[in-house]
């Protein structure tokens, strides 16, 4: 795999961004390292002048970004996510620095489909929902006193990271796996969620942290596209 087909694979993600002059610098910060999709789930104003200004030579990737209603599409065809975030959090995907993150994508370079790097709200940050949809949590070193980055600033190192992976791309071989997509992940998910309430073992109101559980379970064990197939056999037999 070359350079080039290795960047295509990586989508940066905007969940609900709230300021047009950050989805901006965020392509400018894009296109400083060489990666060009971006997607803008639920963008508060978009497309902006605010936004061509800060983007500079960078109108490419904002008039090409893909703006869709939900982070499950904008992580269709996607085999790996990384969300982005500096708050704690009581249930979280594993915990990694931004450098240690991007050693896993570069993993990802030679399956079959797309990563994601996600960010979330200038605000609040990715939802405990967003970050559920994830493999792994990178945050990126900072002060004790002031650890909260600009969203670009922020996009900009991880996508320094990213490029800094040319340096080492071929060095070693890579397992190729039929890791299952986003959404056969989220299908089976759905299909568990419907056999267990029906079965009676899921009770009404208590949905929420049987299924969080049960999402961060199939996250990180990396589910291959086979195997979902298995359990989705096996779910259609329980009536």
């Known amino acids: 795999m070359n350079w080039f087909d290795a960047l295509n694979k990586v989508r940066i993600i905007l969940c609900r961004p709230s300021h047009p002059g950050n989805v901006g610098s965020v392509a400018r910060a894009m296109k400083n390292m060489g990666l060009k999709k971006l997607y803008l789930i639920q963008p508060k104003d978009f497309p902006s002048h605010i936004s061509d200004a800060n983007a500079a030579g960078a109108l490419d990737i904002l008039q090409n970004a893909v703006v869709t209603d939900s982070l499950d599409l904008g992580l269709e065809g ?13 249930l979280t995907p594993e915990k990694l620095t931004c450098r240690d993150a991007i050693g896993r994508v570069a ?6 489909g797309d990563v994601a790097l996600v960010f979330g709200n200038e605000r609040n940050g990715l939802s405990i929902e967003e970050l559920g949809k994830c493999h792994v949590l990178a945050t990126i070193p900072s002060s004790d006193a002031y650890s909260s980055l600009n969203l670009s600033h922020a996009v900009q190192i991880f996508c320094y990271e990213i ?3 040319k340096n080492t791309l ?3 071989p890579f397992l190729e796996k039929n890791f299952g997509h986003h959404e056969d992940v989220e299908l089976c998910l759905r299909k568990f969620e419907n056999v267990m309430k029906g079965s009676g073992f899921l009770k009404p109101g208590a949905e929420g942290k049987v299924m969080e559980r049960l999402q961060r379970l199939f996250r990180r064990t990396r589910i291959e596209k086979e195997e979902i197939d298995i359990l989705l056999g ?6």
């Open 78 to 90: 996607t085999v790996f996510a990384v969300g982005t975030s500096c708050r704690r959090r009581s």
């Open 107 to 112: 993993r990802e370079f030679y399956g079959e």
């Open 163 to 165: 490029f800094q992976l």
């Open 170 to 172: 071929g060095r070693q």
């Open 234 to 239: 096996f779910l259609k037999t329980i009536r």
